[in-house]
């Protein structure tokens, strides 16, 4: 969802978009809940499949934008020499009066749940394209 919620607020800027996970089961394509939700934005995902982080697309990340807290210190642990890129996608945006909050985990909580992250991504969308706007000037 992330993905292509992040896609769709970049437009036609530039900036190269993709997603991996730390413990995706690599080849399966987005949830139902996902694409129904993101369908309902004007988004697709044509093609997606998860893939699990690596090296290589470490490397070649400008910065890395984690869900959760726990995903951010696994890469810590897996890729430490990358830790400079790495942030939670709400490090930019204030949530009930806290910054970097975890998004939520949707997984096997129906609909409901997969449109309150799309609620936290979309909000947190303006703050990561202006801290990349301000790392590009």
Request: with cysteine; proline share 4%; aromatic share 8%.
């Amino acid at each position: 969802m992330a993905e292509g919620i992040f896609r769709k607020a970049v437009g036609n800027t530039g900036y190269e978009v993709s997603s991996a996970g730390v413990a995706a089961q690599p080849g399966c394509s987005a949830s139902r809940e996902t694409l129904e939700v993101l369908r309902d934005q004007g988004v697709e995902l044509p093609g997606f499949r998860s893939r699990m982080v690596d090296e290589e697309i470490l490397k070649d990340a400008e910065a890395v934008f984690c869900m959760t807290a726990s995903h951010l210190e696994m890469l810590e642990m897996m890729f430490p020499e990358f830790e400079e890129k790495y942030h939670l996608a709400c490090d930019f945006v204030e949530f009930n009066g806290q910054v970097g909050v975890d998004v939520p985990d949707p997984i096997g909580m129906g609909r409901q749940a997969y449109d309150s992250v799309s609620r936290v991504m979309n909000e947190a969308m303006g703050g990561i394209i202006g801290f990349l706007d301000e790392r590009a000037e």
